[in-house]
């Protein structure tokens, strides 16, 4: 008997076959992607690059949510491209829609008042800002699982990942992950940091020891330094999402006077750093360096040339080394490797 011959003839005895063929997750966690019937391209390209740099390798479960039902067309599409478990589910209207304390003709205004800022003047952005803030990790879809890892139409995913970032997460206790971290525009934040200091003056033993201040404030506190992960790409524990201390610090911004989510338009990922930067240790927050990155205009890529070898992007463009980003100081706080620049590179 050939070598070869038994090789397949193991290949057909069905468990061990399976087990080969049809990979399983290691770990109790989904991708999630909120996306609307309109982006079924620019969401069906992710998925391909999720698949072909990382998935078919592990088979992790896809949840798409949508504040209105989606199509046949759309759900069709998606399992086109994917073995992986799909599930299609629709926001609750209740987290999609104005809270009673809030006033419409309020927020009508404040629409009208920030037409010159970024997504000012939209209605359904501070909806979706506001469900990604506070509520996915409670969908039904969600609520089984561990981890989630966002991901959004039309990014590009560019190194072979041949690890597992959700294993990754369970086995060093990390919480919350990031690749991009950039500094917010200041007129989409306003009160944010007034109702975060109410916030710590309040509930002080909700407040993490060794916590990441240092990061988003300049001044010990005093002010907030617009620093932000990401959060187009975000692996999150969903056990802490739910968590007393994160929906406490989510209820007191969404029922605070100032309003932000509708009088503002505070962001989910000034809102998701701030809460990881306050009430996590900053040793159970993650940087992925070697998850080459893009969602438009800003990449992550690896210049460290054992990573570098697994991607197509340029780490010339990596926006993670720029002045206008936090990340290298994030490094520094948490003890981590600092990042490798390309030109310190021999060649
Ligand atoms: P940007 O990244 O800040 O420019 O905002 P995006 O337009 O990419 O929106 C962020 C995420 O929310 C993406 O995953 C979008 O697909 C999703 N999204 C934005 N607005 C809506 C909406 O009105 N309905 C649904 N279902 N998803 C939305
Ligand atoms: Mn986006």
Avoid at 24 to 33: D, E, H, S, T, W
Avoid at 82 to 88: G, H, I, P, R
Avoid at 197 to 219: Q, R
Avoid at 256 to 269: C, L, P, V
Wanted: hydrophobic fraction near 35%; aromatic fraction near 16%.
């Amino acid at each position: 008997i050939s070598r070869r011959r038994s090789i397949s003839s193991i290949l057909t005895s069905s468990p061990l076959r399976s087990r080969i063929l049809s990979p399983r997750p290691k770990v109790n966690a989904a991708f999630v992607m909120l996306v609307q019937n309109k982006d079924v391209y620019g969401a069906v390209n992710t998925i391909r690059q999720i698949e072909d740099r990382f998935n078919l390798n592990y088979r992790y479960p896809y949840v798409f949510l949508n504040d209105k039902p989606f199509t046949q067309e759309f759900m069709g599409m998606m399992k086109k491209a994917s073995k992986a478990e799909m599930t299609f589910g629709v926001v609750p209207v209740e987290h999609w829609s104005y809270p009673d304390w809030i006033s419409k003709e309020q927020a009508a205004e404040a629409r009208e008042r920030m037409r010159h800022v970024i997504y000012g003047s939209s209605e359904s952005y501070r909806h979706m800002c506001r469900y990604q803030s506070g509520f996915i990790s409670q969908h039904d879809a969600l609520l089984q699982y561990d981890y989630y890892w966002r991901i959004e139409p039309d990014v590009k995913y560019s190194c072979d990942l041949d690890f597992d970032p959700f294993r990754y997460m369970q086995e060093n206790g990390k919480n919350y992950a990031f690749t991009i971290s950039i500094y917010e525009y200041a007129e989409t934040v306003v009160g944010l940091w007034d109702a975060t200091k109410e916030f710590m003056e309040k509930y002080p033993h909700l407040l993490a020891e060794n916590n990441a201040l240092d990061l988003i404030s300049d001044d010990g506190g005093k002010t907030y330094n617009n620093c932000h992960f990401w959060s187009n790409f975000e692996i999150v524990d969903t056990r802490w999402m739910r968590s007393d201390a994160f929906r406490q610090f989510f209820d007191h911004l969404d029922h605070h006077s100032i309003g932000g989510f509708f009088y503002q338009r505070w962001g989910d990922a000034p809102v998701h750093t701030i809460a990881a930067a306050l009430l996590l240790p900053i040793d159970q927050i993650h940087f992925f360096r070697e998850i080459g990155y893009y969602h438009n205009p800003f990449f992550n890529c690896p210049a460290e040339p054992e990573l570098q070898s697994k991607c197509h992007c340029d780490p010339a463009l990596n926006v993670n080394r720029e002045r206008f980003t936090c990340t290298a100081k994030f490094l520094e706080l948490s003890g981590a490797k600092r990042m490798v620049y390309p030109e310190e590179l021999d060649d």
